[in-house]
């Protein structure tokens, strides 16, 4: 099998150094993540839309009938949407307060690459480069990342 592909893709000239079997563990590396990848995406596109059949069933024949019960589970599917829009609020501060570290974090990394580079006699426009990340990410955490209140 191996001899076949190393036909197939012309890695005879990578035989001699041994990037031919690095070469074939990382392609077929990259294709097992992505398959893995584009799966679970898949499954979990499934499961909300199961959800989302199950809940508009549940509603419908909810409003089919007219006894305490339903009024009941009416009540428990409000209290539902609540909780489920103070958890939008937790997770998008979460996610404004994760933008702030890491455009902190990569200010940081940036200075310090700068001078490091400069020092070392490397180009140090590649810590100049980090730096600027950083910046804009900070900027749009601090300043221009929406919040819930916007919304």
Request: hydrophobic share 45%; charged share 25%.
């Amino acid at each position: 099998m191996t001899h076949s592909l190393v036909t197939l893709f012309d890695l005879d000239p990578f035989r001699t150094s041994g990037a031919g079997s690095l070469f074939l563990f990382l392609s077929v590396l990259m294709i097992c993540i992505f398959t893995m990848v584009s799966i679970a995406i898949w499954t979990e596109a499934r499961r909300k839309e199961r959800e989302a059949y199950y809940k508009a069933e549940t509603m419908r024949r909810l409003a089919e009938s007219s006894n305490d019960a339903a009024k009941y589970a009416l009540e428990m599917m409000r209290e539902e949407q609540v909780a489920q829009s103070r958890d939008f609020v937790r997770e998008d501060l979460k996610r404004r307060e994760g933008l702030k570290i890491g455009g902190l974090v990569n200010i940081g990394i940036g200075i310090g690459l700068f001078f490091l580079m400069k020092d070392v006699g490397g180009p140090p426009m590649v810590g100049a480069l980090v730096l600027g990340i950083g910046v804009a990410l900070a900027i749009y955490g601090f300043l221009l990342a929406p919040r819930h209140e916007d919304r």
